[in-house]
């Protein structure tokens, strides 16, 4: 069984900054999926930024240039740094793991707003 926690969020002002961070127990391996989905009451869970097979990263057209994702094999982590943040980057955002199936952590609030 895989769980994962994470943790960073936070009420920031438009323009500001924050690191996500996502921490992986079980039977974790390097080479499967990790990344972050966003969702907001009423739209469907979208995908933010992922690592996927051989250490590719895709992302959303709206956060390129502003999010970055990167991942600590060695501590089973994944970071998700946003910078220049945004009104409708608020959301609640989630980590996933896939390994035969998709695993999904409980979620953290990200607010930016003045």
């Known amino acids: 069984q895989v769980q994962l926690v994470e943790s960073g969020g936070g009420l920031v002002p438009p323009g500001g900054s924050l690191r996500l961070s996502c921490v992986a127990s079980?039977?974790?391996?390097?080479?499967?999926?990790m990344g972050w989905y966003r969702q907001v009451p009423g739209k469907e869970r979208e995908l933010v930024a992922e690592?996927?097979?051989?250490?590719?990263?895709n992302y959303a057209d709206s956060v390129k240039g502003r999010f970055t994702i990167s991942r600590d094999n060695a501590k089973n982590m994944v970071y998700l740094q946003m910078n220049t943040l945004k009104p409708e980057d608020t959301a609640v955002y989630y980590c996933?793991?896939?390994?035969?199936?998709?695993?999904w952590g409980q979620g953290t609030q990200v607010t930016v707003s003045s």
């Open positions: 996933y793991y896939m390994q035969s199936k998709r695993y």
């Open positions: 690592i996927i097979r051989g250490g590719y990263t």
């Open positions: 079980g039977s974790i391996y390097s080479y499967a999926p």
